[in-house]
């Protein structure tokens, strides 16, 4: 028998990021939780981080990748996108839902992430994304 183990995350929240969620969510009066100023801020400082006129806060990274996949099918079209099969289910079903084609490209046990030798084989003229994602901790 293999004693096979994936590297997963230890803990991401630390005590200050909890004190501080506290602390928000027991202001008086309560707080906005949707679209607040603290979101309209954090969106104007993120766009002008990345030199952009605009960006869209939402409440996921299934929305997210939602939204980018539609942007990307209304902009261009159907596109080839190579997804890792160890990834999350939205990851997968934003690329299908938007009308792309998918393809797999199988991973490296010892990180997670692509098999690059696989993915450079698989690349073709076609392929116009490659989604990466951060699985179980690993980037």
Same mark, same amino acid.
């Given at each position: 028998m293999n004693n096979f183990? +994936?590297?997963l995350m230890d803990d991401n929240i630390n005590r200050e990021d909890i004190n501080s969620l506290v602390? @928000? +969510?027991?202001q008086d009066p309560i707080p906005k939780l949707t679209n607040g100023e603290k979101v309209r801020q954090f969106e104007q400082d993120w766009s002008k981080w990345l030199g952009t006129e605009y960006s869209l806060f939402v409440n996921s990274g299934a929305s997210a990748n939602e939204l980018t996949m539609l942007a990307l099918s209304y902009m261009y079209g159907s596109l080839e996108v190579i997804v890792p099969p160890l990834t999350w289910i939205s990851d997968i079903s934003s690329?299908? @839902?938007?009308?792309h084609k998918l393809k797999f490209c199988d991973?490296? @046990?010892k990180n997670l992430s692509f098999d690059m030798e696989m993915l450079k084989r698989i690349i073709t003229p076609n392929t116009k994304v490659i989604f990466v994602t951060h699985v179980l901790g690993s980037m």
């Open positions: 183990s +994936l590297p602390n @928000f +969510l027991t690329v299908l @839902f938007a009308g991973i490296n @046990f």
